[in-house]
């Protein structure tokens, strides 16, 4: 992905554009296959709005996002939506996504329905075998969403997203509506089938320790932008941006040899439509200078992989 940036419109009654509000800027990540992206930040910070745009469910303002040879951004509806098999959405409410009055295995089988695979027995057939994929049986195929509990409901909205065989799974918080043991057990299963299928995820969360266990790399973004981002291990051992370390100093450690700086944060999140200027982070950085009210810092590479956009790493 690069350059990515979605910018909404806002509109008077009558209809003349006033202003935007800048979800998404300049966004840019590569996303290995069998691997792992977190994206991090608090609500609003554009990771959601960002992971629909690259499936296009909302058009992005400019940008690239390269798969395969091709910019999806590029592709015309009819070749867009051939690819879309290959890149799909785990959703944080699986509720929402799926029909309360549709039997389970119905609802694993309508993309594949939509994309004309296979015929009626091949599908239920897949679809069951999909079930004992995530953990489920078989013959919960006939069940109604209401009868599962919510991780149970979150493994079955991964069972749809695989029907399709895809590569890429987008997931957008897909544990955070979840008590913390099942979060666990949903992201062990998500490292399983990850492995099985060759899977590559982008998974949003707004909690570091969510993503710690099953990213290879982490980005944090703060107001649409990304202002670091790291392999995993680098970015807990040695974080760079005043935003990470305020996020990585709420964690409780286990380990009390290990001291963390702490750092709290003062003040909320600063509305997108009116953005600060200089360094967007500034109104509640700890260590902001003179500069960072003007200048905005520019998101580079410091070391292999790491990115972070401060003007204290000059
Ligand atoms: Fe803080 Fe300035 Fe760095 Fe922004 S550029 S994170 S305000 S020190
Ligand atoms: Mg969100």
């Not at 395969?68 to 592709?75: S, T």
């Not at 897909?174 to 995820?201: H, K």
């Not at 969510?210 to 807990?236: C, N, W």
């Amino acid at each position: 992905v690069k350059g990515l940036k979605k910018h909404f419109p806002i509109t008077s009654a009558l209809g003349k554009v006033q202003g935007y509000v800048q979800a998404v800027n300049n966004v840019e990540f590569t996303l290995n296959k069998r691997e792992t992206l977190g994206l991090v930040g608090e609500s609003g910070c554009g990771k959601s709005t960002t992971g629909r745009t690259i499936l296009r469910l909302i058009e992005p303002t400019s940008g690239q996002a390269l798969y395969k040879g091709k910019d999806l951004f590029q592709l015309k509806q009819k070749d867009f939506q051939k690819m879309r098999s290959k890149l799909q959405m785990v959703f944080q409410d699986p509720h929402s996504s799926i029909n309360p009055k549709q039997r389970i295995g119905r609802a694993i089988e309508e993309p594949m329905k939509i994309h004309k695979l296979y015929d009626s027995k091949e599908r239920s057939e897949r679809a069951m075998e999909l079930l004992n994929k995530v953990g489920l049986r078989g013959d919960q195929y006939y069940r109604y969403p209401h009868e599962f509990s919510g991780g149970q409901r979150q493994r079955i909205g991964i069972a749809r997203a695989l029907a399709l065989n895809p590569e890429i799974l987008i997931c957008d918080e897909p544990v955070s509506a979840l008590d913390v043991s099942i979060q666990s057990q949903v992201i062990n299963l998500m490292e399983e089938l990850q492995e099985q299928f060759d899977l590559s995820y982008i998974f949003i969360a707004h909690d570091l320790s969510v993503v710690r266990h099953i990213s290879d790399q982490i980005g944090v973004m703060y107001l649409g932008e990304l202002v670091e981002k790291a392999p995993t291990d680098e970015l807990f051992s040695h974080p760079l941006h005043p935003y990470t370390k305020a996020l990585l100093s709420s964690i409780p450690v286990a380990n009390p040899e290990f001291k963390r700086e702490k750092i709290v944060l003062k003040g909320d999140i600063p509305s997108p439509l009116n953005p600060p200027a200089g360094c967007k982070f500034h109104t509640r950085c700890p260590y902001a200078i003179k500069r960072c009210k003007n200048e905005e810092p520019v998101f580079k590479e410091v070391a292999k992989n790491h990115s972070v956009a401060c003007h204290l790493i000059d």
